[in-house]
C-alpha cells in the first residue's frame, strides 16, 4: 500500500502545471533562472544586471535585446540562441527597475537615464555600435537611445512597441499614490486575468505562465511593497514621456513587428468603452507608425498579440533575423 501511494503521489507531482505552483521571489528574484549566465554592471549607485551571449561563428555584430515593463531579460533567451547561431553578439540587460537589477525607490526613471545606463554598460563591454530589437516598454527605451546615440545604433527593430499613441490624451491621471496602493494589490488571478485579455486572447498554458512568474513571484514575495512601489514608478515613466512624437526623427533601418491582435493600452479601463475601442490598434498602429519613419519596413501578424515572440515565434524570428541581415 506505501509504495502504491508514492506512486499516486509522484504521479500526481509529475502532473502538476505551473499554474498550479505559487512561486515566492525576493525583489532581485533571486531563485528565478535565467537561460544565460547573469554579470552585473555597476552604475555610480546601483548594480545592473545583464546576459551577454557569444556569436557562433564568423562575427556579424552585436545585438542588444531590450525587455518590456511586465517581463525581465530572461524571456529573450530563445531569441539569444538563434541570434547567436547566426553570429551576432547579444546583450540582454535588465534595465534598473526590473529583473536581477537593482530596484531603488528613490530614483528618477526616465526613458533618457534607462537609455544612457545601457550606453554606459556598453562603453564598459567596449561595444561602439549595436543593433536595437525592443519589446513592448523596451521599445520605448530602444526608440529613446536610438535618438539620443543615433551614430551608435545600425538597426532599429520594434516588436509590438508601445508608446505608439500618447495616452495621456485620453486617459485621465492617477496619481503616484493611488498607482502604488493598485498595485500592492495585484495577485496572482489579477496578473493572469490581465495578461489572458490583453496578450493572449483569453487562453493560458504553462509557457504563458513561466512568462509572467516573476510578477506572481514578486505579488506573493517578502518585497512585494518594494517591487509594487517600483512598478508603479515605472508605469508613471511610461504614461508620462511618449516617444510618438519623435519617430519622423529616426534615421537608421527600423523594422516593426507587430502582433495585430494587440490591444494594449495603459489606463484604457478608465475612459469610456467609445474611447476605449479605438486605443491600442495595434492593426492601424503599425501602419500610422512606420509611414513616420523614414527608412521603414513592417511585418503584420494577423491573429497575434502583444508577444509575437512567444505566440509565433518562428514567424518573428525569421522577420527579424532577414531584417538584421538584410544588406
Known amino acids: 500500500m506505501r509504495i502504491l501511494f508514492l506512486l499516486v503521489l509522484l504521479a500526481s507531482c509529475a502532473s502538476t502545471t505551473t499554474s498550479t505552483l505559487k512561486p515566492q521571489f525576493n525583489k532581485d528574484l533571486d531563485g528565478f533562472d535565467y537561460p544565460y549566465e547573469v554579470r552585473t554592471f555597476t552604475l555610480t549607485d546601483y548594480s545592473m544586471a545583464y546576459m551577454d551571449i557569444p556569436s557562433v561563428g564568423p562575427s556579424r555584430g552585436t545585438v542588444v535585446l531590450m525587455h518590456g515593463k511586465n517581463f525581465n531579460g530572461a524571456y529573450w533567451g530563445k531569441s539569444a540562441a538563434d541570434l547567436s547561431k547566426i553570429g551576432f553578439r547579444v546583450i540582454i540587460p535588465d534595465q534598473l527597475g526590473f529583473g536581477k537589477s537593482d530596484k531603488p525607490t528613490d530614483y528618477q526613471y526616465s526613458f533618457h537615464a534607462l537609455a544612457d545606463n545601457t550606453r554606459r554598460l556598453l562603453d564598459s563591454l567596449k561595444i561602439e555600435q549595436v543593433s536595437l530589437v525592443g519589446h513592448s516598454m ?10 539620443m546615440f543615433p551614430k551608435r545604433v545600425t ?16 486617459v485621465p491621471y492617477t496619481p503616484i499614490d493611488q498607482r502604488i496602493s493598485g498595485e500592492k494589490k495585484q495577485t ?8 489572458m485579455k490583453a496578450y493572449y486572447d483569453g487562453k493560458w498554458s504553462d509557457e504563458y505562465e513561466q512568462t509572467a512568474a516573476h510578477l506572481i513571484g514578486w505579488a506573493q514575495g517578502p518585497d512585494k511593497d518594494i517591487t509594487a512601489e517600483v512598478a508603479a ?5 511610461v504614461f508620462t514621456q511618449p516617444v510618438v512624437y519623435e519617430f519622423e526623427l529616426l534615421t537608421m533601418p527600423t523594422h516593426l513587428i507587430i502582433g495585430e491582435r494587440d490591444r494594449t493600452a495603459l ?3 478608465l475612459v469610456p468603452s467609445k ?5 491600442g490598434r495595434y492593426d ?5 507608425t512606420c509611414k513616420k519613419i523614414k527608412n521603414c519596413s513592417l511585418f503584420s501578424l494577423k491573429g497575434i498579440g502583444h508577444l509575437p515572440q512567444v505566440e509565433s515565434y518562428n514567424e518573428y524570428i525569421t522577420s527579424l533575423r532577414d531584417f538584421l541581415i538584410r544588406k
Open 284 to 288: 492601424r498602429l503599425g501602419k500610422q
Open 233 to 237: 514608478l515605472t508605469y508613471e515613466m
Open 188 to 195: 496572482r488571478e489579477s496578473i493572469v486575468a490581465y495578461q
Open 138 to 147: 523596451g521599445g520605448m527605451v530602444a526608440t529613446r537611445f536610438a535618438l
Open 267 to 269: 489606463g484604457r479601463n
Open 155 to 170: 538597426r532599429l527593430a520594434l516588436v509590438n512597441p508601445i508608446g505608439l499613441e500618447d495616452w495621456k490624451r485620453y
Open 275 to 279: 474611447v476605449a475601442q479605438n486605443l
